[in-house]
């Protein structure tokens, strides 16, 4: 019997590696966007870009270790494909290769996306969700969601949740909540 895979897709910071500690990833997020009422990020300039290598120095983006846990385990499974669609920058191509072989953590997936030709990342994760005809699709931003959503209704989508998000959005049934990836693992899968 040769069933077809189901394809899952991850977003990388906030879901595996988290922001630096100290600061509220409120005020991270909003570094991250630009504030015109549309989704639009920023490319940050030069000086930027190097405070911003700097913060993404492994030591300041620890694992979040309760979900590579929930990762592990949802690996395990049979019939999955699992996919990182990460929207990282090229300027953060070294910085994220080294938290990769640090954490021995490209072995867990099929295959690992990053945005290292600096697209905007939700036009960026639309192309690879696409390309790779992605079903479950897993990510911290919750804008972003919204942007898929509305172009993908075939596709399920989970929203890492955070409190200063949550008031804000009638969410479509097929963005569905969670409180991280055991909770995933455990009704998802
Ligand atoms: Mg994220």
């Known amino acids: 019997m040769n069933k077809a895979s189901i394809r899952i897709g991850f977003d990388f910071d906030k879901v595996f590696a988290d922001y630096p500690p100290l600061i509220p990833s409120k ?9 015109n009422h549309k989704l639009s990020y920023r490319i940050p300039g030069r000086f930027e870009q190097k405070i911003r290598v700097l913060s993404h120095h492994t030591f300041f983006r620890p694992p979040i270790k ?10 395990k499974e049979k019939d999955l494909e699992i996919f990182l669609i ?15 072989n640090k954490n021995n953590f490209k ?5 690992l996306y990053f945005n290292f030709e600096n697209q905007q990342p939700h036009l960026f994760k639309d192309d690879i969700i696409n390309k790779l005809k992605i079903k479950k699709y897993i990510d ?4 972003l969601l919204m ?28 963005i569905i909540p969670i409180k991280d990836l055991e909770e995933f693992c455990n009704k998802y899968i």
């Open 107 to 111: 072995k867990y997936f099929k295959e």
């Open 86 to 100: 990460s929207s990282r920058f090229q300027f953060l191509k070294e910085r994220t290769e080294k938290w990769l």
């Open 140 to 143: 911290d931003d919750l804008h």
């Open 147 to 174: 942007y898929l959503a509305q172009k993908h209704p075939e596709i399920d989508f989970y929203w890492i949740e955070n409190n200063f998000d949550k008031d804000k959005f009638d969410l479509p049934s097929t």
């Open 27 to 35: 005020v991270i997020n909003y570094l991250y966007k630009k504030h």
């Open 66 to 75: 309760r979900n590579i846990e929930a990762l592990k385990k949802i690996t």
